[in-house]
């Protein structure tokens, strides 16, 4: 199967510096998709990014599916990005609706 | 808005309980996922569904079960509770795509189980 796997595993920044997440994985996908888990456990959407770039705020993202990297930034950090940020990715094919695989995390403590 | 709610946040049952994790999706989604998460082996799929009764194992079925009876409806089934199911499940949802923008989950707040 499709191995998804995400660096740094830990990441600890003072408030207002920037980041970049990376995410590999081991075949072409159909989906990508970045997420944010807050303290609480729920996961947030960030961003559905097969390929290309978007970006939302503070928040933007690149995926070059040809090389199969993801990549998601993180400007001018604050305490509420603290959380753990997951990479997942999915395929489809035939009549197959297939489910994300998601990589282990990186998690992100963001200091005052 | 997109939403996805679990009947608990949090639940406590002992060992050999019976236990049913509900969900509930209002965007009319065909597909609904069942995923847990422990720490150092991230999310694994347990089972989905892509129609009305219909299901597909994961990657981690053994144990449970599940029921859709109702579009948008899909219930988790711990048939005889044990200390190794303590963890959080995460149900999720998408429309039924060929592999575009469709196809992005949207997961509900999670449910905490401990079998005591």
């Known amino acids: ?112 | 808005d997109v939403k996805v709610t679990q009947s608990s946040r949090y639940l406590v049952k002992r060992t050999g309980e019976k236990v049913f994790l509900e969900c509930v999706q209002d965007m009319d989604h065909e597909n609904m996922f069942w995923y847990r998460q422990d720490p150092g082996l991230g999310l694994r799929l347990i089972y989905f569904s892509y129609d009305v009764k219909m299901k597909e194992k994961g990657d981690i079925p053994e144990g449970y079960s599940v029921s859709r009876e109702k579009k948008e409806r899909f219930s988790l089934i711990l048939e005889s509770a044990s200390t190794n199911q303590t963890s959080m499940y995460l149900c999720a949802s998408s429309t039924f795509g060929a592999g575009g923008p469709e196809n992005e989950q949207f997961f509900g707040p999670g449910t905490r189980l401990t079998v005591l």
């Open chain 1, 1 to 112: 199967g499709i191995q998804v796997e995400q660096s740094p595993p830990d990441l600890i920044l003072q408030e207002g510096a920037n980041s970049t997440l990376r995410c590999n994985f081991s075949d072409s996908v159909n989906n990508l998709q970045w997420f944010h888990q807050n303290p609480w456990g729920q996961l947030i959407n960030l961003f559905y990014i097969p390929s290309g770039t978007k970006q939302n705020g503070r928040l933007s993202a690149t995926t070059v599916a040809t090389e199969r990297y993801s990549l998601l930034y993180i400007s001018s950090s604050q305490t509420t990005d603290s959380g753990v940020y997951f990479c997942a990715v999915g395929r489809y094919y035939g009549g197959s609706q297939g489910n994300l695989i998601f990589g282990k995390g990186t998690k992100l403590s963001v200091k005052p």
